[in-house]
């Protein structure tokens, strides 16, 4: 795929739950996702369009035990196609590591994710408390990674992690700073695939959608069945 399509400069890694309930030993149970059970794949798509460049089945635990670092192996296993091409990545706290943030430099690609607050780096100031102000920010910088402490409601904390932005830059009424709004933007590359996959099923194409056309295949445009 990565051959026949040149992708823009920012991309998404995530993953989806391809709806399936036949017996493999790695059919998840995800009672987050839609489809509640099936197979879980890694994607990589491009953020603007949502179209998907390549995938990773995940298979199960290793025979070996547990993976360590699932989700940043993961990432490199899906972005190495791209090195060296400054392109973005976008993740969610599943993925984000500030190992992985130096790693993908490296690689001249950068990153930007949401980051689990339990990581032994995180300054304790950054931790959701009474004390901050809604809408308030807190930023702290290494080397060339910016964390952002950013409070939507009272007592409650989103943290990032970016190697693409600087600056402390703000905007709107909630005064939302830069890392997230471009994080928002680029966030839901895959899951937006993973719907558009599921409104354009051709299941209801090939079935009768109303009495009308009960012995047809033909599609009724007054039908509510139709898509």
């Known amino acids: 795929m990565t051959k026949a399509y040149k992708p823009s400069e920012n991309l998404t890694i995530d ?3 391809f709806r399936y309930k036949g017996r493999t030993k790695f059919t998840q149970y995800m009672p987050s996702k839609p489809a509640k059970y099936g197979i879980k794949i890694w994607w990589i798509s491009v953020s603007e369009n949502y179209y998907p460049l390549s ?7 290793s025979t070996l035990g547990r993976e360590i ?11 190495g196609a791209y090195k060296g091409s400054g392109r973005n990545i976008t993740t969610d706290n599943f993925f984000t590591t500030v190992p992985l943030a130096k790693f993908l430099l490296s690689w001249r690609l950068t990153i930007l994710g949401t980051i689990r607050k339990n990581k032994k780096y995180i300054p304790r ?17 290494h080397e060339n990674i910016t964390l952002c402490s950013y409070v939507p409601k009272k007592e409650k904390a989103v943290i990032l992690l970016s190697t693409i932005h600087t600056g402390n830059v703000f905007s709107g009424s ?3 700073p830069e890392i997230v709004e471009f994080y928002n933007r680029t966030k839901s590359g895959v899951d937006t695939m993973d719907q558009l996959k599921t409104r354009k099923s051709c299941q209801k194409c090939t079935q009768p959608v109303c009495d009308k056309h009960a012995n047809t295949i033909t599609i009724c445009k007054s039908c509510p069945a139709n898509i």
């Open 125 to 141: 100031e950054m931790a959701p408390s009474k004390s901050r102000e809604e809408y308030s920010s807190l930023f702290a910088y």
């Open 55 to 61: 995938g990773q089945i995940y298979t199960g635990k």
């Open 174 to 176: 909630k005064r939302k």
């Open 15 to 17: 993953e989806q739950l």
């Open 69 to 79: 670092n699932q989700g940043e192996q993961v990432v490199k296993n899906l972005a």
